[in-house]
């Protein structure tokens, strides 16, 4: 397949254009992914301290400040978003 075949464009130009531009994305997809995976080391260490204390692993008034932080950075979606980091570094509940 050419370049213009994997990116969609119908002109050279715009497919190296794409391609340069997705070589970014990767990058910036794997710097996220290890930001996240440091959230869930961080976070469990939170967890195993409460839990240890005697109190529970989930503490919905602070997953609350959580999902606030993310819909007021980034709108609905962003609830969403944060929901789902939420069940990476808790488990389901
Ligand atoms: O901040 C806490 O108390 C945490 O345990 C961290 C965290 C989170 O990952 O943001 C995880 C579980 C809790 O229910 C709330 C928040």
Redesign the pocket.
Known sequence: MTAIDVTGARTPEAADMITGARERIDALDDRIIGLIQE?VAV?AV??EA?ITSGGR????S??MD?LGHYRQALGKPGTALAMT??EL??GKI
Do not use: A, D, G, P
């Open positions: 959230r976070s939170i967890q409460r692993r989930v503490n919905l602070r997953e959580v980091l939420l570094c808790r």
